[in-house]
């Protein structure tokens, strides 16, 4: 299948939530998305995805209503300066964002096949074990790579089955898998870009990469379980998320290494500076 999304692209994030694991409440409001969404545009963004409902684990899920005021109108400011993706579960929001302006539907379900046809837009495919509530309870594979390719593979499948224009697909770093099942995915992605099908990567500041950051800082003691929480809900083993752009960006060259078209993530300027290194 050709692919719009051949070669590097950077994906920028705007959450519109109050509780974003990494930018909760900075740009809750219409205007301060919109703004936030033009800024990485302009330094580089091919594609600014805007989600009113978070993932993080731990999340409960928001009404449609509410997840409908806080997007419709921040996708409507953007979709005049570029390429805009909603991120959402709901069939109510990806319509309402769609007619708004939003071309992709990046969907953590994975369950929107039909409507991103009906809707003639990219559907993006991401492998979720659980819900955003229950999803790092206890997350198990026998082999996290074959479970996951194999999710993506039958979710291709069904999209094309359907009249997706375009299937993208995401492995879902940090949806329902340990730090260790992360980085067996990062080791073999090309197993999951050989198959055809552009391959998103969304591992920016998440929490595997604070334990390793943690783990390289001497002043941490590393280790991981049983530590105490702090207030903000990291342990002391867990690098601040405003400080985990070293880990982000070395998984966004490496992930561009393996194969993967997209990178989905909040440090768009630096990202893109890494990728024009690392393209020449």
């Known amino acids: ?152 593979a039958a979710a291709v499948e069904r999209g094309l089955a359907a009249g997706v224009p375009e299937v993208w697909v995401d492995p879902g770093i940090g949806f329902g898998k340990t730090t260790g099942h992360n980085l067996e995915l990062l080791a073999n992605l090309r197993q999951l870009t050989a198959k055809g099908a552009p391959v998103v990567v969304g591992a920016s500041r998440k929490r595997f990469i604070g334990e390793i950051h943690a783990r390289s800082d001497a002043g941490v003691r590393p280790g991981g379980g049983g530590v105490p929480a702090r207030d903000d809900g990291r342990t002391q083993d867990e690098a601040p998320v405003d400080d985990r752009i070293e880990g982000s960006l070395a998984a966004a060259v490496w992930a561009f290494a393996q194969g993967a078209s997209v990178v989905r993530v909040h440090d768009v300027a630096a990202t893109v500076g890494a990728m024009k290194v690392a393209v020449a």
């Not at 740009?27 to 545009?41: I, K, W």
């Open 1 to 152: 299948m050709e692919s719009q999304a051949a070669g590097p692209m950077v994906m920028g994030i705007v959450n519109v939530t109050p509780d974003s694991f990494s930018d909760g409440a900075q740009f809750s409001t219409p205007e301060a998305a919109v703004a936030r969404g033009r800024q990485l545009f302009d330094e580089g963004a091919a594609v600014v995805d805007v989600g009113g409902e978070s993932t993080r684990p731990g999340a409960e899920p928001v009404p449609a209503g509410e997840e409908l005021a806080r997007v419709v109108d921040v996708v409507a400011g953007l979709a005049q300066h570029g390429r805009v993706s909603i991120d959402t579960t709901k069939p109510e929001v990806a319509r309402a964002a769609v007619a708004a302006g939003a071309g992709i539907l990046n969907d953590v379900s994975a369950s929107l096949h039909e409507l991103a046809a009906e809707l003639n837009v990219t559907w993006i495919a991401v492998h979720r074990q659980g819900t955003p509530a229950t999803m790092q309870v206890d997350p198990r594979y026998s082999d996290v790579v074959a479970e996951v390719g194999g999710h993506l």
